[in-house]
């Protein structure tokens, strides 16, 4: 048993089941330890993964982990966060040549301003802690490497896309074509360089009924968007709301825009448009870009991420030619069905060194 999954947590990140769940269809043995009748547990049950509960008390904890280690010949642990983690550098000091993994998967870019002194677990990468690290964030996995020095230590995961239904109390009105953004506001550049765009697009006649829905990440930015599109006299055109909403007005929409112009991006957004037949209009952002240029570029439009104008050119193509949004909902569905899953257990066992 090469790897001990280490977690003391309720649940794991979708991420990170989808790794457990790829390393099971390669038939690795690997063994999940998580905490008795917790939610982990009874997920590792479903998928008949190979998993121990740990007890509750901490020092049993600890004995139970360094047993099982010393007994089944574990070569890794993978800690799925901080206090796994101080379990495993226990257990480290008292089975020499134990290596300690971590990954990390949730959003935490915010352009050029961001600090990982606010996640203590990505800090602990920063300290060494970790002997290999893997995200599945590009913008991540360069930063980490560029700040704290430790490619080689790092690993880049296959980001795995999960799908829900959307759902919409509100009827499509099929005279109307949508757009759609979902906005971090991560820059002040993007949401003005959208705008203008929009202002654009309803400067030139479609023969078309317009309207755009955006959902904010933040229900504080809400007013400021609002405001914007004042400034730029289209608020009669816009419909904004936060997050919640987003169910809501994202089945309306016929059209998706990635528009960050810095940062991690919307990658995720990315594969949701895709695989929900919604023709895609991408910034030319380095994580948008890695995506929609991989194979072919039937699956989207791309734009230079600061200029509007090529932004509104290519909502104009949308717009009027049937063809192309025909060949995009095509290209987007090929893309969403590739089963990035099967992969996944490769790229993680060939960092480890375990293929």
């Known amino acids: 048993m090469a790897i001990l999954f280490l977690s003391t947590r309720q649940i794991l990140h979708n991420q990170s089941k989808n790794l457990l769940v790829s390393l099971k269809s390669k038939d690795f043995p690997f063994c999940f330890a998580c905490p008795e009748n917790s939610l982990n547990a009874g997920f590792a049950s479903a998928r008949a993964l190979a998993f121990s509960e740990l007890p509750e008390n901490g020092f049993m904890r600890f004995l139970a982990v360094k047993k099982y280690v010393r007994q089944n010949g574990v070569t890794h642990i993978h800690a799925f966060d901080e206090n796994a983690l101080k379990l495993a550098r226990r257990v480290k000091l008292f089975v020499p040549g134990l290596q300690i993994v971590g990954d990390w998967h949730d959003r935490v870019m915010n352009g050029a301003e961001m600090n990982i002194k606010k996640y203590p677990y990505l800090q602990a990468f920063a300290k060494g802690r970790f002997d290999v690290f893997f995200c599945s964030s590009p913008e991540l996995f360069q930063y980490l490497g560029r700040t704290c020095g430790g490619q080689e230590r790092l690993g880049l995961l296959p980001f795995v896309p999960e799908f829900s239904a959307a759902s919409s109390r509100l009827e499509k009105d099929p005279q109307v074509f949508g757009f759609f953004l979902h906005s971090y506001c991560e820059n002040d550049r993007d949401l003005p360089l959208v705008l203008q765009a929009v202002q654009k697009v309803l400067q030139e006649p479609c023969g078309r009924k317009l309207c755009f829905f955006l959902c904010a990440e933040k229900t504080e930015c809400v007013a ?12 009669d055109r816009i ?21 960050s112009s810095d940062g991690e991006g919307d990658y995720s957004m990315i594969y949701r448009a895709w695989h929900d037949g919604k023709m895609l209009i991408a910034s030319d952002l380095g994580v948008h870009t890695k995506f929609v240029l991989s194979d072919s570029m039937d699956c989207a439009l791309l734009y230079p991420r600061d200029d509007a104008a090529s932004l509104a050119k290519c909502m104009q193509k949308i717009l009027s030619d049937g063809v192309l949004c025909r060949q995009l909902a095509a290209g987007g569905k090929e893309k969403a069905g590739q089963n990035l899953a099967e992969i996944l257990a490769e790229e993680y066992l060939k960092k480890l060194n375990l293929s």
């Open 224 to 235: 400021q968007i609002l405001g914007l599109a004042q400034e730029y006299g289209i608020e």
């Open 239 to 259: 419909v904004c709301a936060d997050k919640s909403f987003f169910s809501v007005f994202y089945p309306l929409c016929d059209s998706v825009l990635c528009a």
